[in-house]
Nanobody
């Protein structure tokens, strides 16, 4: 069974930094895409950043220049370095991965349980 487990959320003051980590475990053939989404209260879940197996990266406009996504493909880890945090970055952050099944070769989306990030003074 595939699992995604996030860590690194918490409370930080405006202008501060946090680093989120996500580890993928289980049996699978490969991971196509890894990324981070977030959901603020009363808002829809939105993409923050994603990185493909080939290293292509996309960022949402609100986080460009402040957040950095990286990936350790050998250890099935993905990170999100968040700098210059703003109150509007407050949300539950979810790790995401598109994972190829070992037997069917079909891709499937997996989600972590979410980690709370609160930016407040």
């Amino acid at each position: 069974q595939v699992q995604l487990v996030e860590s690194g959320g918490g409370l930080v003051q405006p202008g501060g930094s946090l680093r989120l980590s996500c580890a993928v475990s289980g049996i699978f053939r490969s991971i196509n895409v890894m990324g981070w989404y977030r959901q603020a209260p009363e808002k829809e879940r939105e993409l923050v950043a994603r990185i493909t197996s080939g290293g292509d990266i996309n960022y949402a406009d609100p986080v460009k220049g402040r957040f950095t996504i990286s990936r350790d493909s050998a250890r099935n880890l993905v990170y999100l370095e968040m700098n210059s945090l703003k109150p509007e970055d407050t949300a539950v952050y979810y790790c995401y991965a598109e994972i190829v099944d070992q037997w069917t070769f079909s891709p499937r989306d997996y989600w972590g349980q979410g980690t709370q990030v609160t930016v407040s003074s």
